[in-house]
């Protein structure tokens, strides 16, 4: 079965930086490109960003680019999104996704 386990959000001030990590299990890591999600509270499920098998090509949506990051660690079957200048409209619960499987979420809270 493929399992995707996000962790490392929590409480976070305007400004600030988290960093969110990814267990992937079940499948082929290495081989496969992969995503992270996001749903704000009353709105719809959001991609905002991609890395391919590699990790060597990177893609953002414009809400978070030049403040987000995204790698993976192949040997570890681990995702990361690292969030940096975090804003209040950055508030959701994170998934990261093998499309289309998308594992649990861990919830991210920007406020002061």
């Known amino acids: 079965d493929v399992q995707l386990q996000a962790s490392g959000g929590g409480l976070v001030q305007p400004g600030g930086s988290l960093t969110l990590s990814c267990a992937a299990s079940?499948?082929?890591?290495?081989?496969?490109?992969m995503t992270w999600l996001r749903q704000a509270p009353g709105k719809r499920l959001e991609w905002i960003s991609g890395?391919?098998?590699?990790?060597?090509?990177?893609t953002y949506a414009d809400s978070v680019k030049g403040r987000f990051t995204i790698s993976r660690d192949n040997a570890k079957n681990t995702l990361y999104l690292h969030m940096s200048n975090l804003k209040p409209e950055d508030t959701a619960v994170y998934y990261c996704s093998k499309p289309p499987s998308r594992g649990k979420g861990t919830l991210v809270t920007v406020s002061s």
């Open positions: 079940g499948f082929t890591f290495s081989s496969l490109p």
């Open positions: 890395i391919d098998s590699g990790g060597t090509r990177p």
